[in-house]
């Protein structure tokens, strides 16, 4: 699985813009689950990345963090998701994809993403989340 995933955020703080390019994902995927995730690598995630004191979980298919794929397993869009955290708190954080077969309708089982990388800032080396 390749790809990549771009972060911006409506103006005024509203919502997460994830804008994201996914090649030999899952094919025929209609509710491939995304998450945003603290931690000390993509094998230790932590907590899912969010403000509880301003929202409920959104790392779930029902709030728009999920994606589709095409019978390829390819996948391009942009989906909207309202977390709390502005966009440079995201830094360094990770990203992780979850295929349809993972039954917790939350992307909360860290153990099983199919796929994960890091948040790296604009204009930034690799490095710098090291």
Not at 23 to 42: H, L, M, R, Y
Not at 53 to 75: F, I, L
Not at 81 to 93: D, P, S, T, Y
Request: glycine content about 10%; aromatic content about 10%.
């Amino acid at each position: 699985m390749t790809g990549f995933v771009h972060l911006d955020r409506r103006p005024n703080g509203g919502d997460l813009i994830i804008n994201y390019g996914i090649q030999n994902a899952p094919p025929s995927c209609t509710d491939c689950k995304i998450g945003v995730f603290e931690g000390g690598s993509c094998i230790k995630l932590f907590n899912a990345f969010f403000d509880s004191d301003e929202v409920y979980n959104p790392w779930t298919a029902e709030q728009g963090a999920k994606y589709v794929t095409n019978m390829r397993g390819d996948a391009a869009s942009i989906i909207n998701v309202f977390n709390g955290r502005g966009l440079r708190q995201h830094a360094c954080k990770y990203v992780a994809l979850y295929d349809k077969r993972d039954g917790n309708p939350k992307a909360h089982n860290r153990n099983n993403a199919i796929a994960c990388g890091v948040l790296v800032p604009v204009g930034e080396s690799a490095s710098f989340c090291q």
